[in-house]
């Protein structure tokens, strides 16, 4: 019903930046909260930043300061703005949206991407 498509995972030195995307689709009424989480092997999916439709913000301890989350509500898009990496934020970072479906009989999606690797290595 709602499909999360990432972009802007990849290769990063330690210190340097990426930024990541996520582009909502499908019959969406509104989205309530567009989130980033991430995942290693052996650890609990957890979350990075999340952001409202009007803008509220909410990161983890260990991100702040370096990563910056936004979004464009014209554009169902969520981005991830990561600087100051470090070989820990090595993981797969996923992206989330929460909201209201067209179809008025429809609960509330809870909608997650495929998921984009994330390296930090020199």
């Known amino acids: 019903q709602v499909q999360l498509v990432e972009s802007g995972g990849g290769l990063a030195q330690p210190g340097g930046s990426l930024r990541l995307s996520c582009a909502a689709s499908?019959?969406?009424?509104?989205?309530?909260?567009m989130g980033w989480y991430r995942q290693v092997p052996g650890k609990q999916r957890e979350l990075v930043a999340g952001?409202?439709?009007?803008?509220?913000?909410n990161y983890a301890d260990f991100v702040k300061g370096r990563f910056t989350i936004s979004r464009d509500n014209a554009k169902n898009t969520v981005y991830l703005q990561m600087n100051g990496l470090k070989p820990e934020d090595t993981a797969v970072y996923y992206c989330n949206a929460r909201g209201r479906p067209v179809g008025p009989w429809q609960p509330d999606f809870n909608s997650w991407g495929q998921g984009t690797q994330v390296t930090v290595s020199s």
């Open positions: 499908g019959s969406i009424l509104s989205i309530n909260v």
């Open positions: 952001i409202t439709s009007g803008g509220s913000t």
